[in-house]
Structure formats: C-alpha cells, structure tokens
C-alpha cells in the first residue's frame, strides 16, 4: 500500500513539529547573535546535532522496532536503564517541563504588569498548557490530523512573517564572533546543537512515527522503513530552513541587540525592534505552539512505549501521570531546569549519537557481539565523567587523566575514545574468530 501525498506531508508536518519546541526557537537565535561573522560554521556544526542526526535517529528506531530493541544491542541491563533513563529525561524529568516553562517565562512573563504574583500566573498557564496537552493526547489516533494539518502549519506561518518583517525592516550590523566561537567555530554549533536534545528525542519518535504509518496502512517493514526516511527528509528540510531563519535574524541583529542571557531574550529584542509591544502577541503564540507540539508528541510516546513495555499500565493513565508530574516540575522554574539539564545532556548525547551511528552501520558489523558494549561503554565513561567536570565537580587524577584526551577541553574526548573503543572490538572480534 502506498501512503497518499497528503498524508505522507501530514506525517512529514506532524515529525517536524514535535522535534520543534522549546529549545528549537531559542537556541538558533542565540547561537547566530554569539556566532555573529563566523555564523556559517557554526550553523553546520549545529545543522548536524539538530537536524541530520535527530532524522537518522528517528530511522534507526523505526529500522529496530524501538529504542529499546536498538539498545539491547548493547546489553539487556543496559537496554532497560538506558531506555529509562532517555524517557525521563526527554520526558517528564526535563523536556515536557521545559516546553510548558520556556514559553511562559520567555514570552509571557517579561510583559505582565509590575508587580504581578508571577507564581499564581505560572501556575495558572501551565495548568492550561497541560490541561490542552492532555486532551490532544487522549485520542491519538487523531495527532496527525490536529498537529500536521492544523497547529504545525499555524507556527510556521508566524515564524515566515516574523522573518519577511526583519527582512524588511528590520535593523541589520553584524558584530565580531564570541570569543567560544571564533577558533573553531564548527565544534562550537555541533555542540550548540545538544541543547535542542533532538537527537534524544529522535530515540523516543522514531516509534511514534513508525506506528503512525502502520495506523494509516502502511504494514510492510519495508514500506514503514521507505516512508520513514522520506518523511524525514522533509521535516528536516523544514528544519533546516526554519533554523537558517532564526540564525539569521540573530546574527543580522548581533550588532545592535546586546547579547542576552539566553535567545528568548534575542528573539524578544527582535520583534519589539519589529512591532513594539504589541509583537509580545506574535511571540506568546509563536511559543506557545512550538512548544505544545513538541509536549504533546513527548508524552504521547513516552506513555505509548511504557504502556507496551508493561500491559497493565494502561496509556490513558500514563498521560495524566505524565502530566500531572510535569504540572509540578514545570513549576519548579525554568532556571532550574536547564540548570539541571546541560550535565544531562553532555552525559547522555554522545552515547545516544554513537549509538545511531552502530545502528545505521549495523549491516557491517552486526556478526561482531563486541562492538556494541565496547563502545558505549567506553563513550558513556569519557562523557559522563566530563558532564561531572562541567559541573566543577573535584575529580583529581581522573579528571586530570581525562583532561589529555584529544579535542576533550573543547566536549569531544569521547569521539577518538569512541573510534578506539570500535577498532579494538573489531580486532578481538577477528582474533576470536581464528
């Protein structure tokens, strides 16, 4: 069976929208203002951890059935902790409470009048933001049709006029490159690109997306495989041309907006610049939709995959769960949830990128039981204990032993380590073999 044109856009619309939220909108604007002259290299950097690997991740997935089919490669311990671990993180740990926090302290709070009680305001947004969240995920059989036909096409028709209006009018002075981005810019975007955690999330949608296809027909591994990568081309070239959008209105604006603490600031200065107060409406919904698409398709796999993985949880349950738990931590404040999230994620990204790389190549090796333990393990050690000196922890010779490592001071010790670890499974692999 094949699938119709429009429902291979809808698919196409309904997987760029639930990679595009939270960190999606702020991170491309605050990385081009940063970047300012050297922005092209930074941009490839970050078009690679945001957008080529997040769309072969969510091929793996759907190639093995699930995450946790991919991470049994590994080792069965491994595949329940990791599985877990990734759910929660991307999940009702920090990605679901971020989306609910990021557009309400971005681009709500800074306009409510002097002296407002802003944890009541919160509280009352989010519980909106969650209660619609959770109806969506009531009925998800119909998420195609309400994300891709509806709320997706909605958000890009307000990021394209947000753009059109800075083309023409608004103010362009482009500064000289922060100093993180003026050697290499390149590795400085790459791991940009950690904060929209979208290779991690490709590990949770690739199931979303595979079921979604089986629901309208497609039954055949082959053709779920086929109309995967197809719909993932296409949301990545919308990503793609999204990202060079908000890149750009915040590299042109380098010069003359001064360099906030993070890009909600940077978008916030653009459309003032562009529409006075009234641009604050622009930017509320902006937000709001980004970030509630990217909410909805989280707790929608995540419930469905725990709901699989043990029957008696049952996926309406989990939804409220799901919700009700992210309600609490999204209150919590987004300072302290990014806070917590950047050793997260320096721990867990490059396990979760090498792991797309042994599947996409699983062809080749897949006779060789060494591969896949060696070089996790050897990625998740060089990766976790440089998360632990991120956070200024005091690790003594260990931290300084790792410290030797090539590329390491710049967040990339783990990629020879990585190499390394691979050849050396394959040598015991041969060695055993004679």
């Known amino acids: 069976m094949k699938l119709t044109k429009r429902n291979t856009m809808l698919v196409s ?5 639930l990679f595009f939220g939270a960190g999606n909108l702020i991170f491309p604007p ?6 300012a002259d050297m922005t092209v290299g930074a941009f490839l950097g970050f078009s690679i951890t945001a957008v080529i690997l997040p769309v072969l991740g969510v091929v793996v997935v759907a190639k093995f059935g699930g995450l946790d089919a991919l991470a049994r490669k590994v080792g069965s311990k491994f595949a329940v902790v990791f599985t877990i671990l990734i759910y929660l993180s991307i999940g009702p740990g920090l990605g679901i409470p971020r989306a609910a926090s990021v557009p309400f302290e971005m681009a709500v709070a800074p306009y409510l009048p002097e002296g407002s009680p802003f944890t009541l305001y919160m509280l009352i947004y989010s519980l909106v933001f969650f209660a619609i969240a959770c109806w969506l995920c009531m009925t998800p059989q119909k998420l195609v049709e309400r994300i891709g036909h509806i709320l997706t096409p909605s958000l890009l028709i307000l990021i394209t006029v947000l753009f059109i209006t800075f083309l023409f009018k608004g103010k362009v ?11 290499v810019p390149f590795m400085q975007g790459f791991i940009d690109g950690y904060d929209t955690m979208d290779t991690i999330a490709a590990l949770n949608f690739g199931l979303v997306i595979a079921t979604t296809l ?24 919308i990503l793609t041309a999204v990202y060079l959008m908000l890149t750009y209105m915040g590299m042109a604006s380098s010069g003359v907006c001064a360099l906030g603490e993070n890009g909600a600031y940077t978008l916030r200065q653009i459309v003032y610049q562009l529409f006075g107060t009234p641009g604050a409406i622009l930017l509320a919904a902006i937000f709001t939709l980004a970030c509630l698409t990217t909410c909805v398709g989280l707790i929608n796999s995540i419930s469905l995959f725990f709901s699989k993985m043990y029957p008696k949880l049952k996926y309406r349950t989990l939804v409220l769960v799901i919700c009700g738990f992210s309600f609490l931590v999204c209150n919590q404040g987004l300072n302290t949830i990014l806070s917590i999230s950047i050793p997260v994620l320096n721990a867990i990204y490059p396990v979760s990128i090498v792991l797309i790389v042994l599947g996409l190549t699983d062809r080749w090796h897949k006779a060789n039981p060494f591969i896949y333990p060696c070089t996790i393990a050897a990625t998740g050690i060089v990766s976790v204990v440089y998360a632990l000196h991120h956070l200024k922890l005091p690790l003594g010779f260990v931290g300084r032993a790792f410290e030797l490592l090539p590329l390491y001071s710049k ?17 015991a692999h041969k060695v055993k073999s004679r």
């Open 411 to 427: 967040g990339f010790g783990w990629v020879p380590v990585a190499v390394v670890a691979a050849l050396i499974s394959l040598i």
């Open 173 to 183: 002075d482009i500064a000289q490159a922060q100093p993180a981005y003026q050697s």
């Open 214 to 237: 089986t629901a309208l027909g497609i039954q055949e591994k082959k053709g779920v495989m086929r109309y995967t990568i197809l719909c993932g081309i296409f949301a990545g070239s």
């Open 30 to 35: 605050f990385m081009g203002q940063k970047a």
């Open 13 to 17: 619309f309904m997987l760029f929208s």
